[in-house]
């Protein structure tokens, strides 16, 4: 089986733009999770979707959102980068979303804002 | 409040030596943990739970509610086991709350 897949691998950007990315879970899997990972806090949840539904939301500000297709890719935004939203951004896709399923994790996209 | 402390952020143990990564974990509930682990240049990928009580790779980890801790070990610590290693915790959904990660570097 092919392994989760994020696009795209690295971005940049400036302050104040918008940023759109993209995550295609393993095939079967239907949900898909969403955390940022920088040296100063290291890994955070960010939000996850099931069924194309935002199921957990982790304390992010609202600039921050995300959706999910029929076919269980999802996308993540952030609206009016600032500085410190350069990070890590990784998805993860599991099976169902009934209670803990192991989670797979992709390559992750790098976010650079300048 | 929900988290996880890993105290050491860098392990430094010569080949063969015993592995012990530190977690300690705060939590109303009865949460499930979890060690992840991160090679050099590939993906986070979990290494072993709590619930399974297996060993992995050598590692084994115990829960102990009392202590509130999960710490990570290895009894003859190989080159190949250097990595950055995340405890994490859930309380049976699939929001993981991670620690801060421990780089564990093994030395010939």
């Known amino acids: 089986k092919a392994g989760v897949t994020q696009t795209p691998r690295y971005l940049i950007k400036t302050r104040g733009q918008q940023v759109t990315l993209s995550c295609s879970p393993i095939s079967g899997h239907r949900s898909v999770s969403w955390y940022q990972q920088t040296p100063g806090q290291g890994l955070q949840f960010l939000f996850e979707y099931f069924s194309e539904t935002q199921r957990n939301k982790g304390n992010f500000p609202g600039r921050f959102s995300g959706r999910q297709f029929s076919n269980s890719r999802s996308e993540m935004n952030v609206s009016t980068l600032e500085l410190g939203d350069s990070a890590l951004y990784l998805c993860a896709s599991s099976l169902t979303g009934t209670g803990y399923n192991e989670q797979f994790f992709g390559p992750g996209t790098r976010l650079t804002v300048l | 409040a929900q988290r996880v402390t890993q105290p050491e952020k860098l392990l430094s143990v010569f080949k063969g030596a015993p592995v012990e990564l530190k977690c300690n974990y705060s939590?109303?509930?009865?949460?499930?943990l979890f060690w992840y682990v991160q090679y050099s240049r590939q993906r986070l990928q979990l290494l072993l739970r709590?619930?399974s009580r297996e060993s992995i790779k050598g590692f084994t980890a115990d829960l102990n509610k009392g202590e509130t801790s999960f710490h990570l070990k290895k009894p003859f610590a190989q080159e190949e086991d250097s990595a950055m290693y995340y405890c994490a915790l859930t309380g049976a959904t699939n929001k993981l709350i991670f620690g801060t990660g421990t780089l564990l570097a093994v030395q010939p």
């Open positions: 939590y109303s509930g009865s949460p499930e």
């Open positions: 709590h619930i």
